[in-house]
C-alpha cells in the first residue's frame, strides 16, 4: 500500500520553531520528488518546499524562504520539514506529497493527510 503519514505538528509561538516529518510506505521517496504543501484558513493549496529524488536538491517557495527547509532520511524513508521563525500567517494544514517522477514537483498522485500547525500567543 503507498501511503504518506504526517505528523508534528500542534501550537507553536511567533517566532518558535518545529519539524513536520512524513514517513513513506509502499515506495521509495529518495527515488521520488516530495513536497510539502499547505492551506491556510480559508486559502487555497500553496507549495511550500520540496525536495528531488536523487541527489536530493531542495527548493522552497519565496513566502518561506531562508526559514523552512525539507530533508530526508533514507534509512527511514521519512520526509521533514524543518520551520523556523514561525509567524502567524504560517498557520495551515500542511500535507506531504509524492510527485511522479524524481525532477518534477507537478503531479502530485500521492497525499499525506495532514498536520495542523497553528502560530500563535
Known amino acids: 500500500e503507498v501511503q504518506l ?5 500542534g501550537l507553536v509561538q511567533p517566532g518558535g520553531s518545529l519539524r513536520l516529518s512524513c514517513a513513506a510506505s509502499g515506495f521509495t521517496c529518495s527515488n521520488y520528488a516530495m ?3 499547505r492551506q491556510a484558513p480559508g486559502k487555497g ?3 511550500v518546499s520540496g525536495i528531488k529524488g536523487g541527489g536530493g536538491s ?3 517557495a519565496d513566502s518561506v524562504k531562508g526559514r523552512f527547509t525539507s530533508s530526508r532520511d533514507n ?5 521533514y520539514l524543518q520551520m523556523n ?3 502567524p500567517e504560517d498557520t495551515a494544514v ?4 509524492k510527485s511522479l517522477t524524481d525532477w518534477k514537483y ?3 498522485e500521492v497525499w499525506g493527510q495532514g498536520t495542523l500547525v497553528t502560530v500563535s500567543s
Open 85 to 87: 521563525n514561525l509567524k
Open 5 to 9: 503519514v504526517v505528523s508534528g505538528g
Open 58 to 60: 531542495t527548493n522552497s
Open 94 to 97: 500542511y500535507y506531504c506529497a
Open 75 to 79: 534509512a527511514k524513508n521519512t520526509l
Open 35 to 37: 513536497s510539502w504543501v
Open 106 to 108: 507537478g503531479f502530485l
Open 45 to 47: 493549496l500553496e507549495w
